[in-house]
Nanobody, 115 residues
Framework: QVHVVESGGGLVQAGGSLRLACAASGSIFSINGMGWYRQAPGKQRDLVAV???????NYADSVKGRFTISRGNTKNTVYLQMNSLNPEDTAVYLC?????????WGQGTQVTVSS
């Protein structure tokens, strides 16, 4: 079993910054990659940023230049540094871990950006 836990969400004013953290634990023998997705009320879940086990990254166009995904000291920890936040970034942010090519999701953390 794999457990994914996010932390670091909250309320911030437009133009501010937040840093999200995610850790995967459990039966992890081969982690292929980790990433962040977000889902606003009434909308579909969208990719925000992902990082592969090799360190390659990919970002949604809407966050390029503002958000940075990075790994911790171990490949099962990732961070999302979010700068220049705007109200359109308000959503539940969910961490995804791909372990042995299976997807595991955290419960999500709320990010609210006020104007």
């Amino acid at each position: 079993q794999v457990h994914v836990v996010e932390s670091g969400g909250g309320l911030v004013q437009a133009g501010g910054s937040l840093r999200l953290a995610c850790a995967a634990s459990g039966s992890i023998f081969s982690i292929n990659g980790m990433g962040w997705y977000r889902q606003a009320p009434g909308k579909q879940r969208d990719l925000v940023a992902v990082i592969t086990s090799g360190g390659d990254t990919n970002y949604a166009d809407s966050v390029k230049g503002r958000f940075t995904i990075s790994r911790g000291n171990t490949k099962n920890t990732v961070y999302l540094q979010m700068n220049s936040l705007n109200p359109e970034d308000t959503a539940v942010y969910l961490c995804n871990a791909v372990v042995a090519w299976k997807n595991y999701w955290g419960q999500g953390t709320q990010v609210t950006v006020s104007s």
